[in-house]
């Protein structure tokens, strides 16, 4: 863990983890679906609870509670490691951004701001015409 993470279980985290080189990697739909499928499977293995994200073409923004099983860094050295496998090459930078989510902060705000990171770049004019994005609330 980098100088200053805390990794708690119950703690809502926003992840962004971002492409090496920044590569567009996610304008290909088989790499973004596997993505999604490494999402769901941490869900699945009770690692992570996915309350939003968004898969941009050279980034992800995960909003997510970690769950008791692991800890933080190790979930999104997970996420990094099966996607880069499944895909077939090195496709993350080292490290990743998380913010913790302090009690006062409004949750599904911030799930608003995620998923609507298509819009405010241009890539659609409707959340709806972008197809990889998620929210619990929606």
């Known amino acids: 863990m ?23 990697i996610f304008n290909e739909l088989a790499a973004a679906r596997t993505l999604v499928t490494q999402l769901r499977q ?10 939003a994200f968004v898969i941009m073409p050279d980034h992800l923004h995960w909003l997510m ?19 880069s496998h499944q895909v077939g090459r090195a496709i993350w930078q080292s490290g990743f951004y998380d913010h913790a989510l302090h009690k006062e902060e409004d949750i599904q705000q911030i799930a608003r701001y995620i998923i609507t990171n298509p819009l405010r770049t241009g890539i659609v004019r409707r959340i709806g015409d972008y197809p990889h994005w998620h929210a619990i609330w929606l």
Do not use: C, M, W
């Open 65 to 83: 509670q970690l769950s008791k099983q692991q800890s933080l860094s190790g979930v999104v050295r997970g996420i990094k490691a099966k996607t």
């Open 42 to 51: 941490a869900e699945i293995n009770e690692f992570a609870q996915t309350l």
């Open 2 to 24: 980098r100088r200053g993470r805390f990794s708690q279980a119950g703690q809502i985290y926003h992840i962004i983890i971002t492409t090496l080189d920044r590569q567009p």
